[in-house]
Each structure stands twice: as C-alpha cells, then as structure tokens.
C-alpha cells in the first residue's frame, strides 16, 4: 500500500510503471482532470462571492457577466480535457451531443462527466461534486460511449467539502487525495478504499415515498425497523462519499413520476457504480448490475442501488 500523504502525479506515475506496456497517455488524461478540479475548487470556494465583488467593482472588470458555476465547471473541463490531446470525445451532462476536440485526432479515451453535480446545493454552502468515466475509443463514433460500465479504463469523482477530495480507480484498487490548498497538491489520505460489508445508514429521497412500489416501500421499512440512521444530502458525489467510507445503502430508485429514477447512466451510475465495486461494494440497477447495462443513450437514467454488500443484496432482488 501506497504511503499516506503521497503526491497524487507521483501516485499516478507509479501506477503506470506497472503496466510495462503503458504509453503514459492515461497518466496525461488524468493529470488532465486534476488540473480542471484544482481550478472548480477554486471557483466553487469563491461561490456566492461573485455578486458581491462585482457590485464592489473588484470582478467583472471586462464587463462579464457572471457564470453560473455548473456551465463554469463544464467549460473549464472542456478546456483541460480538449488541450491534453488524449481524448477523442468528450460527452457532458451539459451538452446535447458530443464534442471532438481538433487536438484529440489521436486520442486513445473517450470521456463522460457530470461538471458540477448537486447543483441545487450550491447556494446553500453545502458539498457538490465532478464525476468523471473514462472508456477506451473502439470505433470512433457514438457507441464509444455506449460501452458497458465495467469497459470503463477509469472512473473518479472530485468532491468539494469541507476539503476538496479527489476519489479514482483504474481497476487496481480505490484511492483517495485530498487537495492541500497551500501547496495545490492531491495527497494519499484514503488509500484502498473498502466499504464495509454492511452499514448502519440508509441514503434515499423519502419525501418519495408515496410514489414508490410496495416492495421498496417495505425494504426502507425494514431498516428503519432495525434502527438504521436516514442521512440524504441531496449531491450524489456527497452521498456516494459517504458511502464509500462509512457503508450503508445509497439509491434513487425508479418511482411512478420518474420510471427510470433520475440519476444518468454514463455520467452518474456507472462511475459510482465502478469505484463502489472496486471499493468491494455491490452497484445495481434493481434487476442487474450497473456495470453490466449497455447504454442506448447518451443521456439515459438508470435506477441506482448502491453501497455495502449485505445491505445492497438485502434491498434488490437478484444476487448475480
Ligand atoms: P445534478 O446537480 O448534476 O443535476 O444532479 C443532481 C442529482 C444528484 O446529485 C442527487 O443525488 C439527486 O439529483 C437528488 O435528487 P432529488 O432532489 O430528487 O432527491
Ligand atoms: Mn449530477
Ligand atoms: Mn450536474
């Protein structure tokens, strides 16, 4: 295991050394994001500020006007990811098609991102997120990013707390790094990330509840019942955080009013679902698993169930 406060490039690096084959064009892709992270972290620590420095004259000096900070977020990854020339696709949950980047003609990955996930939590101070799946390019066209999710090369969030916490996995294990903001560095603060068996906690909108089908209904109850804890914050990164660490159950379900849930395969439920297996914990859609979906959409939903084993086999109905 890998020493706790290791620079993230480092980290990288080395993961790479172990594939002697590797031509460093992930390590590149990634370095990619963390750069684009660094700078939402920055923006989002300033969120709320924006207003009132532009009414004191101290931003805005060209007469900008101020953007909101999911289509701020979207455009600084658009940036980052385009210029690292390794991705021949980028598909974001803020844009209607794909985008392919002239620099990334050559480019072995195609990736899918949520640019700030929680959005609504953003004027409210509380924690949001950037998720992020990488896929290898196999035909250059749409299907590239209709791979199943356990195609995916790589698959990470960034969550902007009360620290900045950047989780990822190339297959090899779950890692956490948490931005010290005094020296710009990702440091190892979670290495091998295992969620435990099962959890004391259980994560769903419960406002819901009257839309829900009886099965789901008498599941929560049964939680409930064994004096489980209700916690739902309302970002999916936060709440998937929490999981990761502490165990339990996250799901948005599918209901009447939404039949597929809510939350998209390619830029939500597939990474999660990645990095919570990887992380030993068990990712599905209530019939199969998410990593074993295939896409027929770019923006399609999927119902989620995710998080500690015992817990997720207790709540869904199939074992596979
Ligand atoms: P986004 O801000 O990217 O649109 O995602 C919001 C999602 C997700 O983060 C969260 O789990 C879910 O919306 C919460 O939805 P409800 O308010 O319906 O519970
Ligand atoms: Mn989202
Ligand atoms: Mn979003």
């Known amino acids: 295991m890998s020493a706790i406060g290791m620079d993230l490039n480092r980290f990288i690096l080395e993961e790479e050394r172990k594939y002697p084959k ?94 700030l996930d929680g959005s609504s939590n953003i004027d409210v101070n509380v924690s949001i997120g950037t998720i992020f799946s990488i896929h290898k390019k196999v035909s250059g066209t749409i299907d590239d990013f209709l791979q199943e999710g356990e195609k995916q090369v790589a698959a990470g969030y960034i969550i902007y707390g009360s620290s900045t916490v950047l989780v990822y996995s190339t297959g090899n294990g779950v890692n956490g790094f948490t931005l010290d903001p005094s020296v710009g560095l990702f440091l190892l603060s979670h290495p091998d990330m295992n969620i435990p068996g099962r959890g004391k906690i259980y994560s769903i909108n419960e406002g819901y509840y009257k839309r829900w089908d009886d099965s789901l209904r008498s599941k929560v109850d049964s939680f ?78 999927v119902p989620v169930f995710l998080g500690s084993r015992e817990d997720i086999e207790e709540m869904i109905n199939h074992n596979d």
């Open 224 to 301: 409930k019942e064994r004096g489980y804890s209700l916690r739902y914050i309302g970002s999916m990164v936060s709440d998937v955080h929490r999981t990761l660490i502490k165990g339990g159950i996250f799901a948005y379900p599918a209901d009447s009013k939404s039949p597929s849930g809510k939350l998209r395969l390619l830029y939500e439920a597939s990474p999660m679902a990645y990095l919570v297996e990887h992380a030993g914990g068990k990712a599905s859609n209530g019939v199969t698993d998410i990593l074993k979906v295939k896409p027929e959409k770019l923006h399609q939903r």
């Open 22 to 115: 590797a031509t460093g064009s992930l390590t590149i892709a990634l370095t990619a994001i963390t750069s684009a992270a660094k700078i939402i972290a920055a923006h989002v620590r300033m969120a709320g500020l924006a207003d009132v420095l532009g009414a004191t004259g101290l931003t805005n000096v060209q007469g900008e006007e101020v953007q909101k900070l999911d289509e701020l977020s979207n455009r600084i990854l658009v940036q980052h990811l385009s210029d690292s020339g390794q991705f021949y696709a980028l598909a974001s949950e803020e844009m209607e098609e794909p985008l392919y980047p002239e620099k990334g003609k050559n480019g072995k990955y195609v990736i899918a991102f949520d640019p």
